[in-house]
């Protein structure tokens, strides 16, 4: 669980910090609450407030429109956050390759042959100290109106997270707005051997890069006439690509645009750097900042530090780390405990798939929350689709209850299908019992991803991007969300009514969980008790209890797009005793919609509650 500051120590920092960007900071953590729930809605930036319906394949910003900062009015924030949200992830802010030419900025032009997309990858950024030019109405104060968007969003009392990519970098990486002092990337390489410790990337000495083999009919911009676009781009000698393809000329399924960053590992895995003793897993992120004070590290852990601690500066709350685990451990705890020491409650995100490092990375690495995809979300998403039991569900609680607060649920992000794709689960209210037991199982954050509250299903056919997940690549509007912004009134004026009653059900469940006391209190598992004794309950079922000192849940979800489920729930002995409900008839109110109660027996300890499940229907029972 992370450190708790209360007012005593935001006073004492109030006094210490002077410059106004630190006094944000100071707002930043005085107003943080971990006591609740936290929900991240994460916000592709470049297609929020994109009005145009075109949607021609690969078109250009012209035909297919984008949207602006400017585009999030304090309407449009107020909204987001009145639908139960506390954090916001602009995702694709920092300067990302795009094919447009920007020349008259001082910008250089960027060649289709390693670009992905004609928008761009978010992930191949091409300068860490500016923004994306197309995502302001001003592109020469582009970083100002990102400035006037934080500020904003502060105004509606919500936190900030953008993304650092600290694998990879765009292979063309150059910073125009450098502070003073700072370097690019790879500026004072030495590009004569493959690996130095202070290297900033990987190289293929005295081998020029070579374009990769195109296949299944892929043309850059679809095969649109491109000065730059002629199979070829000047790197000499080449650099490794970013997921480690040491080639000069990497496979068309390689990360080709992107570059990998050396962070002191050298290619046969030593590592050049001092590595955590043992027992630090268990230390503060301010014992890790000691550590690392008068130690060596390699350049490019000080780059990415820089980085960090400039966004910081600009008043951003926190960072959703790409790849992490393609970084070392020792990278994050170095950086982390930088973030740390200058806000203690920044909000650290990282994708981290592989489940057997999830506690390095984060008692080391001092992460704050990691992606729970490959258990809880892949999980869900079978038995969404038809194929996966509820009674797998349980374990994967059990096997993290460790860390359970730090493992953050989702069912939607840039990477993944689209929940009504058919390639998903081809109905958006399918989502409602998943997003129910993803919300309540734990006390750790939610994230959703913009449109998904209203039913997207991610079928344009963009161009680079395909369909059944919102093109990140590509200038696309996305239908039901436009809808919802309405030329940007924000209000939902051309929404559905399936689509306005799903995104009020979101905010319905959203908002209570953000509130709840129960949520971030105890959990235990009733569902495996009543497979074994409850006539009627099955494997479409899952229920679980929530508690703390002042409020008691039953949750109870029916994942059957089909039938309904009558049972009788039995809550045993073990469980009643530790919510220290007596013996006796309580009744039990649902907390989504605040119309059904249900009476709840408790006799000898043992609870018994009867039960009526519509398809795809939920409860949040909460003891009266």
């Not at 005593?8 to 006094?15: G, T």
């Not at 990278?331 to 930088?338: G, P």
Request: with cysteine; glycine share 6%.
């Amino acid at each position: 669980m992370r450190k708790i500051y209360g007012l005593v120590s935001a006073l004492v920092l109030s006094i210490s910090i002077g410059c106004s960007s630190e006094k944000k900071i100071e707002k930043s953590i005085m107003q943080e609450d971990n006591h609740k729930k936290k929900v991240v809605y994460q916000v592709f930036t470049r297609l929020f407030g994109n009005t145009n319906t075109t949607n021609k394949p690969w078109g250009t910003i012209e035909e297919n429109g984008v949207g602006k900062f400017n585009d999030f009015t304090d309407k449009a924030l107020k909204e987001i956050k009145d639908l139960g949200v506390t954090h916001i992830w602009y995702t694709g802010v920092p300067h990302h390759d795009v094919i447009r030419d920007y020349t008259k900025y001082g910008i250089s032009n960027d060649d289709p042959d390693v670009v992905k997309g004609r928008a761009g990858s978010p992930y191949a950024v091409k300068d860490y100290y500016n923004v994306n030019p197309d995502l302001a109405v001003n592109v020469n104060n582009r970083l100002e109106e990102f400035e006037a968007l934080i500020n904003r969003s502060h105004k509606a009392n919500l936190k900030v997270i953008i993304d650092i990519v600290p694998n990879h970098v765009a292979r063309n990486y150059q910073s125009l707005t450098n502070p003073k002092g700072t370097k690019d990337f790879g500026a004072d390489d030495d590009t004569s051997v493959v690996y130095h410790v202070n290297n900033n990337f990987y190289y293929v000495p005295n081998t020029p890069f070579e374009v990769p083999d195109f296949l299944n009919g892929y043309k850059p911009l679809g095969g649109e006439k491109h000065p730059l676009s002629d199979g070829k781009f000047d790197e000499n000698p080449a650099k490794w690509t970013g997921n480690g393809a040491r080639s000069p000329k990497p496979s068309f399924y390689d990360w080709y645009e992107t570059v990998k960053v050396n962070y002191g590992v050298s290619p046969e895995g030593k590592k050049d750097f001092d590595e955590l003793p043992k027992e630090f897993e268990n230390e503060d992120y301010k014992k890790h900042f000691e550590f690392w004070k008068d130690k060596t590290v390699p350049n490019s852990w000080i780059k990415f530090r820089d980085i960090a601690l400039y966004w910081l500066e600009k008043g951003v709350d926190g960072f959703r780390f790409d790849m992490a685990e393609m970084v070392p451990v020792e990278f994050w705890s170095y950086l982390n405990s930088n973030i740390k020491m200058k806000n203690p409650n920044a909000f650290l995100l990282a994708e981290v798939y592989n489940p057997s490092l999830y506690r390095d990375y984060i008692k080391k690495g001092k992460m704050d929350y990691l992606y729970d995809k490959v258990e809880l979300y892949d999980t869900i998403k079978n038995i969404m689709q038809g194929r996966g039991l509820t009674d797998h569900i349980p374990p994967i609680q059990e096997g993290l209850k460790d860390i359970e607060h730090h493992m953050l649920h989702f069912l939607e992000n840039h990477d993944e299908q689209r929940i009504a794709s058919p390639e998903f689960a081809g109905d958006s209210n399918k989502a409602k019992p998943a997003m129910v037991v993803s919300t309540t199982i734990s006390t750790a954050p939610t994230m959703v991803y913009f449109g998904q509250e209203l039913g997207e299903d991610g079928s344009e056919n963009a161009g680079f991007g395909s369909p059944s997940r919102t093109s990140i690549f590509d200038y696309v509007g996305v239908p039901a969300f436009q809808r919802w912004v309405n030329d940007k009134k924000f209000d939902g004026g051309q929404s559905t009514k399936e689509e306005l009653k799903l995104r009020d059900f979101y905010k319905r469940l959203l908002n209570f969980t953000i509130s709840s006391d129960a949520l971030m209190g105890e959990y235990a598992d009733i569902h495996q008790y009543n497979r074994q004794k409850t006539l009627n309950y099955n494997q479409k079922v899952l229920s679980f209890a929530r508690w703390s000192e002042n409020e008691k849940l039953i949750v109870i979800s029916n994942f059957d797009a089909i039938g309904n489920h009558r049972f009788v729930l039995e809550i045993p002995a073990e469980v009643i005793k530790k919510m220290k409900i007596k013996d006796g008839n309580y009744m039990m109110l649902d907390q989504l919609y605040q119309q059904k109660s249900f009476k709840l027996t408790v006799r000898d300890n043992i609870g018994l509650l009867t039960v009526q499940l519509a398809p795809l229907e939920s409860y949040i029972l909460k003891l009266q």
